[in-house]
């Protein structure tokens, strides 16, 4: 294995441990209140995201009105120091910015540094907040290697002091990887968080809670207050100090299984705004303000969350938006479908990238399944919410899309590519086949599911035949919303050889363990 090793978790220790330090304390039922005196300070932590071999996007969120100025080092000592000047972080964007680094070297650790400077006086700064990423490698034979999952704080399942918050991702940690692929729902904004939920055996779930998270969210107050509430917990702040992330969104970042033009039925009256169309504008928002995304930053061109991430020679990352362009839900029978889950225009930029792209493995990020029956069952009709309908048959309703984006894949020859997704709280790993297909013209591929990072866990999803898949391997449970305390928390792994170019997925569990294991070789098909 030629994957690179740069012993990151020893450089870090001293880099993290002075963040951790940084970090304002954390009281059960209360955010942290931030001190209005003294040097601006940074007590969210930092992030990195949508790396490439020479750039990088920092992420930092100030306690009051704040010039944004990173640092970055070939070494943690920060022995001659490169400045970045960022932007003036304020009201206007909940006092969070983000600074791109460019022409950095390729392949390399960066350590950074970011301070908080006084607008009115550029001397008083606050106390440095570090943190370290690797520049994407253009060299093959250094390996790619990173995780994947989705689904965190769901189902009313929050940060649990008692468990020691988030512990996945200190598991995810100490595997280093290059890179977390969030397959999205980083929130359940539509999921409040209480105190304390009962469990089966009789004891008691406790959460820390905040005031945005006792109702569904609906002004960008509150959603902004939603992603806020997941960096109250140590594990994920610390993984975000030391892993570059790419993030997607699905439906819980708005409202469960929403689509573009629908109005919340008068009988949720949780809700006082009616509009998705609304609460989607100001949920967009605050995801563009709480991570490092490269087309959601102030001045990128059209503020599209769809993207294509370079990894080197070996991968490329196409990050889909199964949400914001589908048609509505509905028992999804219909014989024509232009709009689909993607909508025509971003079907047309993911065959225009799969056909220009020249690394051995491409994989599409997805916020949902493909084969996998995922219902939206209404009072009136049970309709659909991701791409299947149980229908075994020919092609219906978004099926459509699906179809003619595998026809191209088969007829431009394009080879490597790899499906993986959340979304359905339990993993697994399908394997598509024209040979058991209604639909046959397409080449086979692979499938896998990984999640939830913290929510609750649901029964295995059935499966539809229309596009063949075999279930190679499941594992979930067979109750609905199975606590974190019970297990069935999920996370992927991808580690490609830079020797070999051979791809290993594994599925993990939330400790770590290696639950199943594929090896794929690259330019083949039917593996």
């Known amino acids: 294995m030629s994957h690179r090793s740069f012993g990151r978790r020893s450089v870090l220790r001293g880099s993290l441990a002075t963040s951790a330090a940084l970090t304002l304390p954390v009281g059960l039922g209360a955010a942290p209140a931030f001190a209005r005196s003294g040097r601006p300070g940074a007590g969210w932590g930092v992030q990195t995201g949508d790396v490439t071999a020479d750039s990088g996007l ?27 000047q960022g932007p003036l972080l304020g009201a206007g964007t909940d006092f969070t910015g983000t600074t791109r680094l460019h022409g950095l070297p390729s392949g390399e650790q960066i350590h950074y540094r970011v301070l908080l400077a006084d607008p009115d006086d550029p001397r008083r700064t606050g106390e440095p907040v570090t943190g370290t990423f690797r520049t994407v490698a253009r060299r093959r034979r250094d390996g790619v290697r990173f995780l ?4 965190l704080a769901g189902q009313g399942w929050g940060i649990n002091p008692d468990r020691g918050g988030y512990r996945i991702y200190d598991a995810m940690a100490r595997l280093d990887p290059d890179f977390f692929l969030c397959s999205g729902d980083n929130i359940y904004a539509d999921g409040p968080i209480t105190a304390t939920q009962a469990l089966p055996d009789g004891g008691t779930w406790r959460n820390i809670t905040t005031e945005e998270k006792a109702k569904v969210a609906e002004t960008l107050a509150e959603y902004r207050g939603n992603f806020r509430y997941n960096l109250l917990d140590d594990n994920l702040r610390r993984f975000n100090a030391q892993v570059p992330s790419v993030i997607s969104w699905d439906d819980h970042e708005v409202r469960n299984n ?30 563009g303000e709480y991570f490092p995304v490269s087309t959601l930053r102030p001045g990128a061109k059209d503020g599209r969350v769809y993207r294509v991430l370079r990894q080197g020679p ?18 999804d029978d219909q014989t024509v479908d232009p709009r689909g889950i ?22 599409i990020a997805a916020d ?23 229908d075994p048959g020919a092609p219906l309703g978004r099926e459509l899309q699906i179809a003619e984006l595998l026809r191209f894949i088969k007829h431009r020859r394009i080879t490597g590519t790899l499906w993986l997704t ?59 919303n199975v606590s974190p305390a019970g297990g069935y928390q999920f996370f992927g792994e991808v580690d490609i050889d830079g020797d070999s170019g051979e791809l290993t997925v594994r599925l993990r569990e939330q400790d770590g363990t290696v639950l199943f294991t594929r090896t794929l070789k690259p330019g083949r098909v039917g593996q």
């Open 314 to 331: 070996l991968l490329d990352v196409f990050v889909l938006d199964m949400r914001t362009y589908r048609n509505a839900n509905s028992p």
């Open 368 to 390: 949902m399944p493909i084969g996998l029956v995922v219902p939206d069952t209404t009072e009136n009709e049970p309709n659909f919410e991701a791409v299947a309908q149980g």
């Open 148 to 151: 994947w999952s989705g689904d």
């Open 422 to 480: 959340a979304d359905v709280h339990h993993t697994s790993a399908q394997h598509y086949q024209p040979s058991r297909a209604a639909f046959t013209d397409f080449e086979p591929f692979w499938e896998f599911v990984s999640g939830p990072l913290n929510a609750g866990a649901f029964p295995a999803s059935a499966l539809d035949a229309t596009f063949g898949p075999e279930r190679v391997f499941v594992k979930a449970p067979t109750a609905s």
């Open 258 to 287: 929403w689509y573009p033009g629908e109005v919340i039925a008068s009988s949720d009256t949780r809700y006082t705004e009616k509009s998705i169309d609304v609460l989607a504008a100001r949920a967009r928002r605050a995801f």
């Open 58 to 84: 920092v992420w930092v969120r100030a306690d009051r009105p704040a010039r944004m100025i990173v640092e970055t080092a070939a070494t943690e000592s920060f022995r001659d120091p490169r400045r970045w």
């Open 342 to 363: 993607l909508g025509r225009e971003q079907l047309e930029w993911l065959k225009r990238e799969l056909a220009r792209s020249r690394a051995v493995w491409k994989v």
